[in-house]
């Protein structure tokens, strides 16, 4: 099956009771037992509840895994793979990441005693210094957020393959639309599935998928002991989502094309980030593990002028200023101020994240309008 049925048919069945072509959104906590222990699969929603048995797996069936685990959040779903570890183990992380999954490593895991290295690995050569007998668990972004950095997943493999280590990929920003880890060596695959897998600005969840069983015991067992599981609702929403999910990375990815090219023509425009330029660090990594680049941006103004950064996100119009990213209209956000603030300025400043840095997501509107925006704001 090619991934555009995938989204729509992969591991998805007709509803038995009547034959729904959507799965309906079982809104119940409980199910009634025939039997003390005697029931139809499902005893208590925390545990399993069908709605989110069918998109767990759509998740694994996008991903080319066996089993997908939806969680409440992105960051619920990270919680559940470090939980994996004990105090004593230690993590080799991306150095640029998502302030939200810093913030979860260094202000809640460092203090049941797990370490973490944040390391730049755009040259995976240089992630093996870091590991030594307590090191259990890589975590990668790629595309990095905010600054796109591209990782070699199967080089990252390589290493933790040969030292028996986890290796985590946050598939956030590529989709599997875009890029799939678990082709490429990994063992676990996250998504924030509130951004392109949900599209819509209208949920917040996360996402889990691997291909071991004896791994996804483990996830299924702390997703039901810790319960940071999504309703039914939630799941309905993001199923739904899904089936749309190639159509909208088309027009992101020839949307964020444009946008890019223009912003790199600008006068007023120093750098941008996009991993679809030739200039671009690891491009052609990118082009060998991704079918497109994808419609997030990262771009800083000449001077580095921090006031210009603020009154350009402020004067947009069609990019709405907000946190998030993958949903059919378009954002825009200042790292520093806004998704990326829990991390200090001395760290963020060493990875790129300046305050002049802004941040788009290039949505699914008509492109000329778009660039217009842009063109307005910037002056």
């Known amino acids: ?28 906590s409980t199910y009634a037992q025939t039997t003390p222990g005697g029931h139809k699969g499902f005893e208590y929603s925390r545990t399993h509840n069908p709605t989110r048995k069918a998109l767990e797996d759509s ?31 230690e993590v080799i992380s991306t150095n640029d990441l998502y302030g939200g999954t810093y913030r979860l490593f260094t202000k809640i895991f460092e203090g049941f005693g797990i370490k973490f290295h944040f390391i730049g690995m755009q040259n995976a050569d240089k992630i093996e210094q870091y590991v030594n007998d307590n090191t259990k668990l890589i975590w990668v972004e790629t ?28 598939n956030t920003f ?25 599209g819509h600005s209208d ?27 999504c309703g039914p609702q939630d799941s309905f929403l993001v199923l739904r989502g899904i089936k749309t999910l190639h159509i909208r990375m088309q027009r992101h990815c020839e949307n964020g094309e444009a946008v890019a090219k223009y912003l790199k023509n600008h006068p007023k425009i120093e750098k ?18 991704m079918d497109s680049f994808g419609g997030m941006i990262s771009f800083v103004t000449k001077g580095n002028d921090y006031d210009k950064a603020i009154q350009i996100v402020e004067d947009l119009n069609f990019f709405t200023l907000a ?41 699914i509107e008509d492109v000329d309008d778009l660039i217009e925006d842009l063109k307005q704001a910037i002056g």
């Not at 049925?5 to 079982?26: E, F, L, N």
């Not at 941008?272 to 593990?289: C, L, M, R, S, T």
């Not at 949903?327 to 520093?336: D, F, I, N, T, Y």
């Open 174 to 198: 590529a989709t599997p639309y875009l890029q799939r880890p678990l082709d490429l060596g990994a063992d676990i695959v996250m998504h924030s599935a509130t951004k392109y897998l949900g």
């Open 323 to 363: 946190e998030s990213l993958g949903g059919v209209e378009s954002l825009a956000g200042h790292p520093a101020s806004m998704t990326h603030a829990s991390i200090p300025k001395e760290e963020r400043e060493k990875t790129g994240v300046v305050d002049s840095l802004i941040r788009l997501s290039v949505g």
């Open 272 to 289: 941008v980030y996009w991993p679809g330029f030739e200039d671009h660090p690891n491009h052609n990594i990118a082009k060998e593990q």
């Open 59 to 89: 998740f694994a069936s996008i991903e080319n895994g066996k089993f997908g685990l939806a969680f409440g959040s992105g960051l619920a779903a990270i919680d559940a793979v470090v939980k994996l570890l004990k105090s004593g183990d």
């Open 143 to 170: 595309p990095t957020n905010p600054m796109m950095n591209i990782i070699d997943i199967k080089a990252v493999a390589r290493v933790s393959k040969k030292h028996n280590l986890l290796l985590a990929v946050d």
């Open 1 to 28: 099956m090619k991934f555009n049925t995938k989204t729509i048919h992969g591991g998805q069945q007709h509803d038995p009771a009547y034959g729904a072509v959507m799965p309906p959104i079982y809104q119940t």
């Open 203 to 229: 949920v917040v969840m996360g996402a889990l998928v691997v291909k071991d069983k004896k791994l996804a015991e483990k996830l299924y067992f702390i997703q039901n002991a810790s319960g940071a599981v």
